[in-house]
């Protein structure tokens, strides 16, 4: 399987397994999203820091991972 991601409707960004394992996701407890306007494009930070700005709490579920971003998606 490819590491994946996927946008939900109830506004939560999830990552498969894959995603999870090649890029350590397991290892950090907030992301911090980002958006470019001329690209069309969102960016994730992942971070252990819950002081930066905009870090929002990173939630393992089984073996993928969500990230709630209900407000930064609206």
Request: no cysteine.
């Amino acid at each position: 399987m490819k590491p994946g991601a996927s946008i939900w409707k109830m506004g939560q960004l999830s990552f498969n397994r894959s995603a999870v394992e090649t890029y350590k996701l397991d290892g950090f407890k907030y992301a911090v999203l980002f958006y470019d306007r001329d690209k069309k494009k969102i960016g994730i930070k992942f971070t252990n820091d819950a002081k930066e700005q905009g870090a929002g709490k990173v939630s393992m579920k089984r073996r993928d991972a969500m990230v709630f971003a209900k407000g930064f998606l609206a």
